[in-house]
């Protein structure tokens, strides 16, 4: 799979093969020769092209054994490797490592590679914990491993003795839970209701409204109208949820919304789009009730995020008072008819919601 990294190169991340042997065996001399965070230093690992095409071979057989690596331009960036418990009481558990090579860190390769491992994780129907263990002094590590939902489960006391010098070590893991995949987005079906409003799945006969709706003069100038091919594409992203909003009484349709990255490694679901109809009457919040529980509740989601143009005042001031937070502002990041806009990032947490639905 390709990736950009944020200086805009692209990387490839694939399962390591038997014919990367010869140029992982060159990769790991040279990250042995850089960093003083590995178990391993430099002349330590001898193994030979032929080993190590024995040793990818057995990754490769292994459904719940995993190698990564990250290539640019078709040399080897970075890497991952995971080993589960091979015993029925422990494989559903595993320990990884993962190392970059010194002049591509700081790209965000790292980040994607435990991406991956994460995903995989979910996706095998096996793997339920994922351990790892980082020298103590490794701040720049540590915090990628929280960031990516890593918790610390134990000191370890002179773990790492390099040069003669004690380094300790923390032990971190993560619970991994099959994600409740949406595979079967049959249009007209009812997704979730919360009292008298609820989303059902759009059909192509609400593509009309759908259209309608955002080109009409009090909407358009606040999102970025779609075509009816891009809408309708959405019904067969497993990704994304495409949902009008409408009330089972006589009211009938007040909306529809877009939602994103429902099988995001980082459990941050994007709420793309929000359009409410009937402006005034309470729905818009209503709205945001029923997605806020479907997100946290049903999708246990970490994280639901969403952008709105900084002019559009009203439609903040309801986010924020549904208890979004502010976390900055894309300045200029768009050119609507020779103008340039800005765009405010707000954001919920789970525990934000928790604390929000306390409060009622």
Known sequence: MEYKLGNGAAITIQKGKTEDAEAYVVYLKKISEESDFLTFG???????????????????????DLCLL???????????????????????????????RQKFQGLGIGEKLISCLLDWARENGRTRKINLRVRSDHNRAIRLYRKLGFKEEGRLEREFC?????????????????????????????????????MRHTTENDLDFVLSTEQSEENSRFIIPWSMEKHASTFED???????????????????????????????????RIVITEKGKGWGKKALHLIKEW??????????????????????????????????????????????ESLVLMSMLAHEYADWKKKG
């Open 238 to 272: 497993g990704d994304m949820i495409h949902a009008v909003l409408e009330s089972p009484d006589e009211t009938g349709i007040v909306g529809y919304a877009i939602l994103s990255g429902l099988h995001n490694p980082n459990d941050s679901v994007e709420l793309t």
């Open 70 to 100: 990250a290539k640019l331009k078709g040399e080897i960036v970075g890497n991952l490797t995971f080993r589960s418990g091979k015993r029925s009481r422990t494989a559903h558990a595993g320990e990884f490592g993962v190392s970059v």
């Open 162 to 198: 390099i040069n003669g010098i004690f380094f300790d070590a923390l032990a971190m893991g993560i619970k991994v839970e099959e994600k409740k995949l949406i595979t079967d987005k049959k249009q007209g079906d009812i997704i979730y209701q919360l009292g008298n409003i609820r």
């Open 295 to 340: 997100v946290f509740e049903e999708r246990e989601a970490r994280r639901l995020w969403l952008d709105v143009k900084e002019y559009n005042t009203r439609a903040r001031h309801v986010y924020e008072a549904e208890g979004f937070i502010v976390e900055g502002i894309l300045r200029d990041c768009l050119k609507t008819d020779g103008e340039y």
């Open 42 to 64: 430099a002349g330590e690992l001898t193994m030979t092209v032929e080993e190590q095409r024995r040793r990818m071979q057995d990754f490769l057989d292994a459904s719940t």
